[in-house]
């Protein structure tokens, strides 16, 4: 499996960024995809998502700012992030669980054994 991101920038308080992750190699519609964010000096912070049938996770810190998607047709996850803050800047990674069978949505970064390079994501105030 491979994840590549991309869409990655800077941009002023309020903007609007989209991030994109082409994937390929052996997937499954059923694994669980997510992104997660890491600032230097701290964790791995899960921000969205996206499990079997369609479901979605997002964290209390994200909702109904940042939209996660997934297009089939070309192998990209993508994550929508609006009203941007300078509490978002951060290296954005999204990951794979590939874990066989029905998968829940779940933002435990242990359980993700794929993941990407990362992007750079700058908010300035």
């Known amino acids: 499996v491979h994840l590549r991101e991309s869409g990655g920038g800077s941009v002023q308080t309020g903007g609007s960024l989209r991030l994109s992750c082409a994937f390929s190699g052996d997937t499954d519609s059923r694994y669980c995809m997510a992104w997660f964010r890491q600032v230097p000096g701290k964790g791995r912070q899960g921000v969205a998502g996206?499990?079997?049938?369609?479901?979605?996770t997002y964290a209390e810190s994200v909702k109904g700012r940042f939209t996660l998607s997934k297009d089939w047709a070309t192998n990209t996850l993508f994550l929508q992030m609006d009203n941007l803050s300078p509490e978002a800047t951060a290296v954005y990674y999204c990951?794979?669980?590939?874990?066989?069978?029905?998968?829940?949505?779940?933002?435990?970064?242990?359980?993700?054994?794929?993941w990407g390079q990362g992007a750079q994501v700058t908010v300035s105030s």
């Open positions: 996206n499990g079997h049938y369609g479901r979605i």
């Open positions: 990951a794979l669980d590939g874990t066989r069978g029905y998968c829940e949505p779940h933002l435990d970064g242990s359980r993700y054994n794929y």
